[in-house]
T-cell receptor, first 114, second 116 residues
Framework: AQSVTQLGSHVSVSEGALVLLRCNYS??????LFWYVQYPNQGLQLLLK??????LVKGINGFEAEFKKSETSFHLTKPSAHMSDAAEYFC????????????FGKGTRLSVIA | DGGITQSPKYLFRKEGQNVTLSCEQN?????MYWYRQDPGQGLRLIYY???????QKGDIAEGYSVSREKKESFPLTVTSAQKNPTAFYLC???????????????FGPGTRLTVL
């Protein structure tokens, strides 16, 4: 069964520093991977998704992620953190081929220190 | 404005009562989903539906029920059989039913249910 593991339930960075949020997947088929962001008491918003067209995926708000099959990873990065990036981030993988539901990681809460 | 609406935003329930959470979308999406979110546990799938009048159980369906009588509506009932219903409930939808691996799931703003 497909699954994702997010390393680190809480990450804290200084404003202007590199953001790195880790996601490793387990999948018996080519994975379709997603990163979502959630601000307090709100729904989830898509940051980016891996569609197999390119291994480096650019998303909204300056975030990007690189798909590495050899490492079964899809880590999320941003070169310079802003205070507004403070939120919870979820990595997800589609359960199986087709428009099936997603399996979510447990999330990583990002804090940005001024 | 197109989107997904969930109501109410906050809901309080006494033990032993059934409650129904509303989810409506005007995106003309075929598939709809219900997830439950608890702190530190991510999102867990309750039910999903890929077409009107059809739905499937997710990972934690016990104590919940759904209906899909209209394409745009997918209400979730939390029954008294659900032993620990206090949580944040999120509804989502996506555009196609089958064979589209990269379709995005769009989320509503959520309903926070508290059992008193």
């Amino acid at each position: 069964a497909q699954s994702v593991t997010q390393l680190g339930s809480h990450v804290s960075v200084s404003e202007g520093a590199l953001v790195l949020l880790r996601c490793n997947y387990s999948s018996s088929v080519p994975p379709y991977l997603f990163w979502y962001v959630q601000y307090p008491n709100q729904g989830l918003q898509l940051l980016l998704k891996y569609t197999s067209a390119a291994t480096l995926v650019k998303g909204i708000n300056g975030f990007e992620a690189e798909f590495k099959k050899s490492e079964t990873s899809f880590h999320l990065t941003k070169p310079s953190a802003h205070m507004s990036d403070a939120a919870e981030y979820f990595c997800a993988v589609r359960r199986s081929s087709g428009n099936t539901p997603l399996v979510f990681g447990k999330g990583t809460r990002l804090s940005v220190i001024a | 404005d197109g989107g997904i609406t969930q109501s109410p935003k906050y809901l309080f329930r006494k033990e032993g009562q059934n409650v129904t959470l509303s989810c409506e979308q005007n995106l003309n999406h075929d598939a709809m989903y219900w997830y439950r979110q608890d702190p530190g546990q991510g999102l867990r799938l309750i039910y999903y539906s890929q077409i009107v009048n059809d739905f499937q159980k997710g990972d934690i369906a016990e104590g919940y029920s759904v209906s899909r009588e209209k394409k745009e509506s997918f209400p979730l009932t939390v029954t008294s059989a659900q032993k620990n219903p206090t949580a944040f409930y999120l509804c989502a939808s996506s555009i196609r039913r089958t064979s589209y691996n990269t379709d995005t799931q769009y989320f509503g703003p959520g309903t926070r249910l508290t059992v008193l």
